[in-house]
Structures are given as C-alpha cells and as structure tokens.
C-alpha cells in the first residue's frame, strides 16, 4: 500500500512539474485625453497596454501624462500629443514602451518625452 501512495504522489508532482507556466494575457485599454490615459496608465498592471484614440491636445501647466507604474506599454496609433508643456513623465516607473507616438511641442529635459 505505501509503494502505491508513493507511486501515486510522484505522479502528482511529477504533473505539477510538467505542467509549466501560465500565461496572462495583456489587458488593453484606450485612453482619448491626458487625464484619461494618466489614470488608465497609472492603474494598469505589468504588461498592459494603453492605447490613444485620438490626438490631444494639452495646455499645461505641468506634463500631460506623469507616469509611475512599471511595465506597461503607452501605444499612441500614431496620434499626437500637442503641448507647450511637458507630454509624458516617465518618473519613476521602469521597464515601460512609448511607441507610436508624434509629439509636438516643448524641448525635452531631464529625461521627459516633450
């Protein structure tokens, strides 16, 4: 009887071992305006994409987008971000993506996307 318990819990681990990783799917969403995409940003998890729907246009003061979370991806589908103040914000987060983006307006400093 113990030779089966034995043989029985091998399998078991041995199933669990082989199983293998479980993949998450990213989560997207869409964002059409600063506040929208800072929030939809800034609650996203790890590899989550934010996606603009159209072009903005932001008056500052101040950075349209301030960034803190790690991991996502800010695709803008080729839409603007117009302003005479800062666009995005990386601040602290890490391990982000900017893609597709066209910025108009300010110079970039320490480290911001105009």
């Not at 995409?37 to 590899?47: Q, T």
């Not at 991806?73 to 995005?88: P, S, W």
């Amino acid at each position: 009887m113990r030779m089966k318990t034995a043989i029985l819990l091998l399998v078991l681990l041995a199933s669990f071992l082989f199983v293998g990783p479980v993949s998450v799917k990213a989560v997207v969403r869409t964002c059409n305006s600063c506040g929208d995409c800072y929030a939809k940003i800034n609650s996203a998890a790890s590899g989550d994409i934010v996606e603009l729907t159209q072009s903005i246009t932001y008056d500052g003061p101040g950075v349209c987008i301030f960034w803190v979370r790690n991991g996502v991806t800010f695709d803008c589908k080729n839409n603007a971000i117009k302003t005479n103040y800062h666009a995005i914000s990386l601040g602290a987060g890490v391990n982000n993506t900017i893609r597709n983006c066209i910025i108009q307006g300010k110079v970039p400093e320490n480290g911001d996307v105009p």
